[in-house]
Nanobody, 125 residues
Framework: VQLQASGGGLVQAGGSLRLSCAPS??????????VGWFRQAPGKEREFVAG????????YYSDSAKGRFTISRENAKNTIDLQMNSLKPEDTAVYFC?????????????????WGQGTLVTVSS
């Protein structure tokens, strides 16, 4: 399976963006798999943002994302979306989606096997 992330762009602080992660190609994401959103700012390590089990029964977030971001599976589009509200300049980064057979709750990038190409989010002050 391949992942395609989209929806990035330029937004002012306090604004919102919605990112989408769409699986494609051979293979599939099984109901037990975890789909996560990560981000990487220039000069910084990739960090976990939010995760959801593909069967969409449970979600989890980083402390920086709690209360502002919502991860969800959109059945009509067959995507995992990340709704980002109250954006801050420090949210500026390339956002990646990834999936793997890892345990629910994991935040380590190394535990996710398949990665999308990333979409750039820029938040201006």
């Amino acid at each position: 399976v391949q992942l395609q992330a989209s929806g990035g762009g330029l937004v002012q602080a306090g604004g919102s963006l919605r990112l989408s992660c769409a699986p494609s190609g051979p293979g599939r994401i099984f109901s037990s798999h975890i789909v996560g959103w990560f981000r990487q700012a220039p000069g910084k390590e990739r960090e976990f943002v939010a995760g959801v089990r593909w069967s969409r029964d449970s979600t989890y977030y980083s402390d920086s994302a709690k209360g502002r971001f919502t991860i969800s599976r959109e059945n009509a589009k067959n995507t995992i979306d990340l709704q980002m509200n109250s954006l801050k300049p420090e949210d500026t980064a390339v956002y990646f989606c990834a999936t793997g057979t890892t345990q629910f709750g994991t935040t380590r990038a190394a535990d996710f096997r398949t990665w999308g190409q990333g979409t750039l989010v820029t938040v201006s002050s």
